[in-house]
């Protein structure tokens, strides 16, 4: 069965994450996306690879894609993307504001020839603003937007650490794209109207930092405003990034230690277990499972927003962390799951593709890479019940559906080489 996007088209100039993660969401959704790359290939091919111009970065995040080989600092590369454009529906693009004018493919160009186009464009900054020409990458989006000091890692140098499990920035700002990409199109159904739309990496970190990033008043007097005057005095002082994420405290020490008793991670016989109450009913369960039920903080009277709790909650916290060290991990997720409280083992992401929740859901899908063979990778992050998701093609190699797709948009054998000879393609 086709899926919900079936019949749309994406043309796709894009490279590492944030743009190839928005387009293989759409060909999940079952839009024919070409991925347009420069000769010698797209970035993410060589980062790892692992034969050349293969890297399993660049495979989990252009499954689903056709490859067309296009040189757009040629002008026949540019004059083929004009050609092809008017029979595409989407053109997606992510790079700093001024490379599209640059390459003759920006939003004012293509919509000459594709008037209802919908057109998105991923940046670093935005695209206006004192910083939108800026250089950016999901790192810097992290240091910039406040999401890695909200996480609050240092180095063993004191130096401040990316979140480093995976690109936040690029993967949200990446998501928020196809989503845009969605409405639009559900716009221009309804009016034939195309628009162009902007993602960006720093939207992307705000959003993720946003619980931080927000300013309600009431509130942060209590909490918020009294940190940050402890990291800016930090601050005057000279102290060092370190020194002056422990004077602004951690998300638990502002919202109360307390609040840590229930929720985060606690070292067991063979692991590591994380406990995710955010409910009373929550809290009240794992106190049962623990047999903690004397604990202080229940205390409807207790305000765990009073620094002089602190201490109180401190010996809670260590008399669970030796409580948690007297079972294995499955031993205590039984324990949590005959109460109903939320816990989860940790696991190591090297273990998912086999775990049997993921197996029943069908999370895992089964390709066969031409050039590679045989991979097991993570699948769409939608199902749905009429139009099903999800495609059974892998990434592609460089340049593999370049004759195809000229040829299914009008371009003669004899076209096809006098673009090579120009310089337009490999």
């Known amino acids: 069965m086709p899926g919900p996007l079936a019949g749309v088209k ?71 993307v004009h050609r092809l454009i008017p029979e595409f529906d989407v053109f997606l693009i992510n790079s700093r504001p001024g490379v599209p004018q640059r390459l003759n493919v920006d939003y004012a160009t293509l919509t000459r020839f594709r008037p209802d186009l919908v057109y998105i464009e991923n940046s670093g900054y935005g695209d206006r603003g004192p910083g939108a020409e800026r250089s950016g990458s999901d790192i810097i989006a992290q240091a ?24 936040p920035g690029d993967y949200h700002a990446g998501l928020g794209a196809a989503l845009g990409v969605v409405a639009a199109l559900f716009h221009r159904e309804r009016t034939g109207e195309g628009q162009h739309i902007a993602s960006s990496l720093l939207a992307a970190g705000l959003n993720l930092a946003s619980g931080s990033v927000s300013q309600l008043p009431v509130f942060d007097a209590m909490v918020t405003d009294p940190a940050m005057q402890r990291l800016y ?62 604990d202080p903080t229940a205390d409807p009277e207790f305000n765990a927003l009073d620094p002089e709790n602190n201490a109180v909650a401190e010996a809670m916290l260590d008399r669970i962390r030796n409580i948690m060290l007297t079972k294995t991990m499955d031993e205590w997720i039984a324990a949590f799951d005959n109460v109903g409280a939320p816990a989860s083992k940790v696991n190591h992401p090297e273990e998912m593709a086999d775990d049997p929740q993921v197996q029943a859901m069908g999370y895992m899908v089964d390709l066969n890479h031409e050039l590679t063979g045989p991979e097991r990778m993570v699948g769409p992050i939608v199902q749905m019940s009429k139009t099903p998701t999800g495609n059974n093609m892998a990434s592609p190699t460089l340049g593999r559906h370049t004759d195809e797709i000229l040829s299914e948009h009008g371009w003669s054998a004899e076209e096809i080489a006098e673009l090579r000879a120009a310089g337009g393609t490999d």
Do not use: W
């Open 10 to 80: 994406v043309f796709e100039v894009s490279q590492i994450v944030a743009g190839p993660y928005a387009g293989q969401t759409l060909a999940d959704l079952g839009a024919d996306v070409v991925k347009c790359e420069p000769p010698g290939g797209e970035g993410l091919r060589v980062l790892g690879e692992f034969v050349p111009g293969e890297s399993k970065a660049f495979h989990t995040l252009n499954r689903g894609k056709r490859s067309l080989v296009l040189d757009l600092s040629n002008d026949a590369g540019q004059a083929a």
């Open 144 to 167: 910039y937007s406040g999401l890695m000091a909200a996480d609050g890692k240092v180095d063993e140098y004191g130096a401040p650490e990316m979140i480093t499990a995976t690109a």
């Open 233 to 294: 005095e930090a601050r005057e002082r000279g102290e060092s990034y370190e020194d002056q994420l422990a004077a602004k405290g951690s998300m638990f020490d502002m919202l109360g230690k307390a609040f840590r008793l229930y929720y985060g991670g606690y070292s067991v016989k063979d692991g590591a277990v994380i406990l995710g109450a955010l409910t009373p009913a929550n809290r009240d369960q794992f106190r049962r499972a623990l047999g903690v039920e004397d």
